[in-house]
């Protein structure tokens, strides 16, 4: 990851709203060069309006917006030709074939990439010359992303890209988007899938009330106490507990002496297990917490 220019992606307080309804509310965001980022959040929290306002697809209601040094609402043919787009839905592809539709698109960019090196990337290849509307629809998304990538973009948004794959088809194309990101390509993710954030993203932001709520490289997200061994066991009468400490070996020492001393098998309680919080377990702690801020936010009002 290069981080010593300026950022591809600088956000601030950027808000959205439609009447008194308030889909961003001072969402700060910044992505460098290089980057791959995953902005994760529930249905309805922004994010697809978050990635279309990057795009200059949406106009924000207030804040500041920079993609590439420039405003997207208000930059030109040669900034539209840095940025790439995979959107949730494929497009109408018309009547034709793979290799059509990338040639037609790759002519639109001053240093495309040739046509085979794309279908051969996306793994296409053995498709090209067949109609698209013909393609399974996970043949028809490596299209989409194939169309994205033809003009070797700088800055590459992916919403939703893998909705519909089966966990073969998924693993694929992240082995895909991690050769193009070594190339040196920043991307900006939309995932629902909290393994995908995990092995593809430098950085993930949990997008909830409007602005990111938590941001931090996966492995770090929610902070050291999120990340808190939890120890999990069933005692001699049957009844199951779970603990949460900093020093799961003594707990577990405990329990061992107090199984010998109750005389269970093996000198252990049954069922022991420690294991640290998932993502998506730390994921779904800082939605709760958000929604509890906001309901005792509009209880106060």
């Not at 060069?33 to 309006?49: D, F, I, R, V």
């Not at 931090?216 to 779970?242: F, I, K, M, Y």
């Amino acid at each position: 990851m290069n981080t010593t220019q300026d950022p591809v992606i600088s956000v601030r307080g950027l808000s959205k709203h439609y009447g008194k309804q308030r889909v961003l509310d001072g969402l700060d965001l910044e992505i460098s060069a290089g980057e791959t980022y995953a902005l994760l959040g529930p249905n309805g929290a922004g994010k697809s309006t978050t990635i279309e306002i990057l795009e200059g697809a949406r106009t924000p209601s207030s804040g500041t917006v920079r993609v590439l040094g420039e405003d997207p609402l208000t930059a030109g043919r040669p900034w539209r030709a840095r940025i790439g787009i995979v959107t949730q839905n494929s497009g109408d592809l018309g009547p034709f074939t793979p290799r059509e539709l990338i040639s037609h698109f790759g002519g639109l960019y001053p240093n495309p990439r040739p046509v085979d090196e794309v279908l051969d990337l996306v793994g296409l290849a053995s498709h090209a010359k067949k109609r698209a509307t013909k393609l399974s629809g996970g043949q028809q998304r490596r299209l989409d992303f194939a169309l994205g990538i033809v003009g070797r973009p700088e800055l590459l948004f992916l919403d939703e890209p893998t909705t519909g794959f089966d966990a073969e088809a998924r693993r694929q194309f992240w082995s895909m988007l991690e050769g193009l990101t070594d190339e040196g390509t920043a991307v900006l993710l939309t995932t629902h899938y909290l393994d995908e954030a995990e092995r593809l993203a430098d950085r993930v932001g949990v997008l909830a009330g409007g602005r990111i709520v938590a941001e931090a490289p996966p492995a770090a997200l929610g902070g050291a106490e999120a990340r808190v061994p939890v120890v999990s066991w069933r005692d001699s009468s049957g009844v199951r507990h779970q603990e949460r400490t900093r020093t799961p070996d003594a707990l577990v020492a405990r329990l061992r002496t107090e199984a010998e001393e109750a005389g269970l098998p093996h000198g252990e309680p049954e069922e022991l297990e420690i294991r640290r919080p998932s993502l998506e377990e730390i994921y779904l702690s800082l939605l709760d917490a958000n929604q509890t801020d906001v309901r005792e936010e509009g209880a106060a009002a």
